[in-house]
């Protein structure tokens, strides 16, 4: 990742942040996000792993130094070769795992517990698309693509998957459907 991306990357990541708690970016606010943010601290450490890869030789090592540091400070196992786009926003970021094959588009939340994993090696790889929400607990297993806007209920089990702009809950997860009034 070219250092100019990574500085774009790492704003819009900020972004979500500062808007999760009314906006403003004043040195207060950014002071809390580098040192009292764990969400964005995870973050950060997904983006250095990233940025470290590309090093020749020592890159992987360190990449899997702030891996470990990040499995043992926050107990997230997110594999850096997940592609994880700008604006990536992990509000409380424990037990998080997501593992190597996922392809996760911008403004993507997830909560604490939840698992993006596989049941094989893929054949394409797994997708969440643009502006998902993915609920405490929940897991979304196989080579499941979530569309645009979806939001996965808590401990909902994904095998399936997830049209645009569709709320899925329940073991294993389902569409909500409306209740009918009368």
């Not at 100019?4 to 950014?30: C, E, P, Q």
């Not at 470290?52 to 470990?68: A, D, E, S, T």
């Not at 893929?122 to 693509?145: C, D, H, M, S």
């Amino acid at each position: 990742m070219r250092e100019d991306k990574i500085i774009y990357t790492l704003k819009l990541d900020a972004a979500r942040h500062f808007d999760s708690w009314g906006g403003g970016r004043g040195v207060g606010k950014v002071c809390r996000l580098l040192l009292l943010t764990p969400g964005f601290q995870v973050v950060l450490l997904i983006r250095m792993q990233q940025a470290f890869g590309r090093i020749p030789l020592l890159g992987k090592v360190l990449r899997r130094v702030l891996w470990y540091f990040n499995c043992v400070t926050f107990g997230c196992d997110i594999d850096p070769e997940a592609r994880i786009a700008p604006g990536f926003y992990l509000p409380h970021p424990y037990c998080v795992v997501i593992g190597g094959e996922w392809d996760i588009d911008k403004n993507v939340t997830i909560l604490q517990g939840v698992t993006l994993g596989r049941v094989a090696p893929p054949v394409k790889r797994p997708y969440v698309g643009q502006g998902v929400l993915i609920a405490a607990g929940a897991k979304v297993i196989g080579e499941v693509r979530i569309g645009e806007k979806a939001t996965v209920g808590a401990n909902a089990v994904v095998t399936q998957d997830v049209p645009a702009h569709t709320v899925v809950v329940g073991i294993p997860a389902r569409p909500m459907n409306a209740r009918k009034s009368g």
